[in-house]
């Protein structure tokens, strides 16, 4: 009777960011099909999602993929439900109202390397600063790159996998890298964005590093943070056809910064104050081709006619997904 390992992961219910949690179950003669995914209980008062009176939880498998790093294995994303079957105030999945999947969600997913050791992002020599950011972005060279082993393995292990990853790049800090995912359906961008930051972490713990995913690790410095970029699009703005309309699209989230930064991170008003690439924490500023805006409509956009996507830089590396889209459709449905 062939035997397999079934990884499921949730999100736990500490703040002010959730992390990563996964059990294995082993069963038999398994199909690898979703539907044949049992839901499964946990201890919810040992991970800040119930009281030890009353502590049974419930995950209910929402999303599955091949374990690239385990032979007869599946990594099974779940969403956690009450003992009732409601969902749990910590799933932030299950506010998401895309049933038709029409909006279409890539996240950018930056975060930094760290040496344990030295608490510093690797490249960064114990009580001080490498060479000032610029070689960095993209760079190629052991005087530049610090962790190439590391990212290209999490690539392979993602595409291994079957995630829709789209690519990988240096980023503009030491030790600071960048992947990205792309999914028609926001709930199936936020499952392969959670699963490939589950594939990262359980890969650090092999290279005995770990990942950083603050938005502003290296604090009142000359550096950038980390942001998770939401670039997104409905039917609306992939047809749009004017300029008009994409900037009603923008507009609409003006009255509504609160609301979406609530939402987009912990400790961003860090990273967001209108230097290193952002927009200050308290505007709201879009325009094209412009990487200091709050929104930033692609060239793509503009030169096919207004019809494209956009993108929200504001969302930090540290942000749930689910929740930063489920925010941004909230905003953009009513526009017409």
Not at 95 to 106: A, E, L, R, S
Not at 234 to 255: M, Q, Y
Not at 296 to 317: C, F, H, Q, V
Request: glycine letters at 10%; proline letters at 5%.
């Amino acid at each position: 009777m062939a035997k397999s390992k079934l990884e499921y992961i949730w999100l736990d219910g500490y703040k002010p960011t959730q992390s990563l949690r996964s059990k294995t179950k082993v069963v038999s003669d398994f199909s690898g099909k979703l539907e044949d995914c049992d839901d499964w209980s946990f201890d919810g008062s040992s991970t800040e999602q119930a009281e030890g009176g009353s502590s049974d939880c419930i995950l209910k498998p929402v999303f599955i993929c091949p374990d690239p790093a385990v032979e007869n294995g599946y990594l099974v994303m779940t969403e956690v439900m009450n003992a009732d079957g409601t969902p749990h105030v910590t799933n932030g999945r299950a506010t998401i109202d895309d049933p038709d999947d029409d909006f279409w969600f890539g996240f950018e997913q930056e975060y930094f390397l760290m040496n344990p050791e030295t608490g510093l992002p690797l490249g960064f020599p114990a009580g001080g600063y490498p060479a000032p950011q610029g070689p960095y972005y993209c760079g190629v060279g052991g005087q530049n790159v610090y962790g190439r082993d590391f990212k290209d393995e999490h690539l392979d292990l993602c595409i291994d996998a079957g995630l829709n990853i789209e690519g990988t790049n240096g980023e503009v800090a030491a030790g600071q890298w960048e992947w990205q995912i792309f999914a028609k359906g926001a709930a199936s961008a936020g499952d392969q964005i959670w699963v490939g930051r589950f594939l990262m972490e359980r890969l650090s713990e092999k290279y005995g590093l770990y990942i950083e995913y603050h938005p502003k690790p290296l604090g009142a410095t000359d550096w950038n943070g980390s942001g998770m970029h939401a670039n997104f699009s409905n039917t609306l703005i992939r047809t749009a056809g004017s300029k008009e309309k994409i900037e009603a699209v923008c507009e609409a989230f003006r009255s509504v910064v609160d609301e979406h930064i609530a939402v987009y991170g912990a400790y961003n008003d860090q990273r967001l104050t209108g230097k290193h690439e952002t927009a200050a924490i308290t505007d709201f500023s879009y325009g094209v081709s412009d990487r200091g805006a709050s929104i930033r409509i692609p060239l793509y956009t503009k030169n096919k006619g207004w019809s494209g996507y956009l993108e929200d830089r504001r969302p930090a590396s540290n942000a749930d997904p689910y929740k930063v889209a489920a925010r941004i459709i909230k905003t953009v449905k009513p526009v017409k």
